[in-house]
């Protein structure tokens, strides 16, 4: 065994292979990169390269096989009453699979595509977002998967639950269902998290899979925001100093809200992406307006209308809408506009009671993040979030 290490340990040194070093500081430590060399991923290039090759020519000389594997997936109504119905379809879908080696769908179209494929029928399952997924949602993928592989952040929005969480209670009551399964909180992302191996105590009750700490997408005073209220500091900035310098400013307006829609909010929004656009059409395509309320997004989109800034694709306003439609995305400027007045507290409350909202929305914008909103009023609600928010900004413009 010693002549083994001795040999490997000589095999390492000559190699100039990185490994983990736990000497280095926390950040360092974060995004050092061990064990893999220039000449390893050069490599590992090359070996992709000459795999697609294989794949090409290999799917060439059976180019009969994968126009019939088509055809009967095209055609599964008539082939599933055959006899090995099940197993010309799973075959298939291994030819087409093969040929196309990522497939992306929805949960929600999940079950009409695989309808015919059984258990263990899929060979790899990546589920992004997963924090947003509700668990029965991706029952059926899961079980037609050997392994999967799931992304999300719990610390981010929960899963949009249609059923009310009282009925959900008793159904998983009646059945015998433990809560972390079967509740409001409950997501995909949870429930992979509980069963993994690898992960992070985050704290008494909640433990995290594999945590990825380094953020590159958001500079300062965002990062630090999201740092803050969502991940206890552990978070490491991805850039460097100088490129993730950001720009962040809470405006105060007020004025009295109607369905939690103020007007003067409005207006000065209006005012100031007009300017913005008027020293630089291009940016444009760079800012994102969400709010927490579905109204107050619904009547800035008429309002931001009025200077041809609201985009629609397919029916839907796409540069504008609630925090829940823009999990996932990313604009270079973010105006987040709260809404809300002394006699809708409770809707004010609702918005920072929890961090995951702040987190999402500080979270989608790369270099500027505004927040528009009755300052007096947010920080009188005795959240931390919003406390935290308004002092983080504060301090980073002084």
């Given at each position: 065994m010693e002549q083994e290490i001795a040999l490997l340990e000589k095999l390492k040194?000559?190699?100039g292979i990185e490994e983990l070093d736990f000497s280095l500081s926390y950040d360092e430590l974060q995004k050092s990169n061990p064990w893999f060399t220039k000449r390893f991923r050069i490599l590992q290039s090359e070996l992709f390269i000459s795999a697609l090759k294989v794949r090409k020519q290999f799917l060439y000389v059976n180019r009969k096989n994968l126009r019939a594997a088509r055809i009967i997936w095209n055609k599964q109504s008539e082939y599933i009453g055959k006899e090995n119905g099940y197993?010309?379809?799973?075959?298939s879908w291994q030819w087409l699979n093969f040929a196309i080696p990522v497939v992306s769908t929805t949960f929600a179209s999940f079950g009409r595509m695989f309808k015919n494929l059984n258990e263990n029928s899929i060979g790899n399952l990546f589920i992004d977002e997963a924090g947003q997924a509700l668990p029965q949602a991706s029952v059926g993928a899961i079980f037609r998967s050997k392994k999967v592989m799931v992304v999300g952040d719990p610390s981010q929005i929960k899963p949009v639950l249609t059923l009310d969480s009282n009925v959900l209670t008793l159904i998983g009551r009646y059945y015998k269902v433990d809560e972390k399964f079967v509740s409001a909180d409950a997501s995909t992302q949870t429930i992979?998290?509980?069963?993994?191996?690898?992960?992070?105590?985050?704290?008494?009750?909640e433990w995290i899979g594999i945590p990825l700490w380094v953020?590159?997408?958001?500079?300062?005073?965002?990062?630090?925001?999201?740092?803050?209220?969502?991940?206890?500091?552990?978070?490491?900035q991805g850039k460097s100093e100088d490129e993730s310098q950001g720009k962040s400013q809470w405006y105060?307006?007020?004025?009295?809200?109607?369905?939690?829609?103020?007007?003067?909010?409005?207006?000065?929004?209006?005012?100031l992406i007009d300017k913005r656009l008027q020293?630089?059409?291009?940016?444009?395509?760079e800012i994102y307006v969400i709010s927490p309320f579905r109204n107050v997004a619904y009547k800035l989109a008429q309002v931001l209308d009025e200077i041809n800034f609201t985009k629609?694709?397919?029916?839907?306003?796409?540069?504008?809408?609630?925090?829940?439609?823009?999990?996932?995305?990313?604009?270079?400027?973010?105006y987040f506009v709260l809404g809300a007045d002394t006699n809708s507290s409770g809707a004010a409350r609702w918005a920072v009671s929890d961090p995951n909202m702040m987190n999402v929305a500080a979270t989608r914008a790369k270099e500027e993040f505004y927040v528009i909103g009755d300052k007096k009023l947010y920080a009188s609600l005795g959240s931390e979030v919003a406390n935290k928010?308004?002092?983080?900004?504060?301090?980073?413009?002084?």
């Open positions: 040194f000559q190699s197993q010309l379809i799973s075959e992979v998290d509980a069963a993994s191996q690898y992960g992070f105590q985050k704290n008494e009750d953020h590159r997408r958001s500079n300062y005073p965002m990062f630090t925001i999201s740092n803050e209220i969502s991940y206890d500091g552990l978070m490491v105060d307006s007020t004025g009295k809200a109607n369905d939690k829609f103020v007007k003067e909010q409005a207006d000065l929004l209006k005012s020293e630089n059409p291009d940016l444009a395509e629609h694709e397919n029916g839907k306003t796409t540069n504008i809408g609630t925090v829940h439609t823009f999990q996932g995305k990313e604009a270079k400027i973010v928010t308004i002092s983080i900004i504060e301090d980073y413009n002084r």
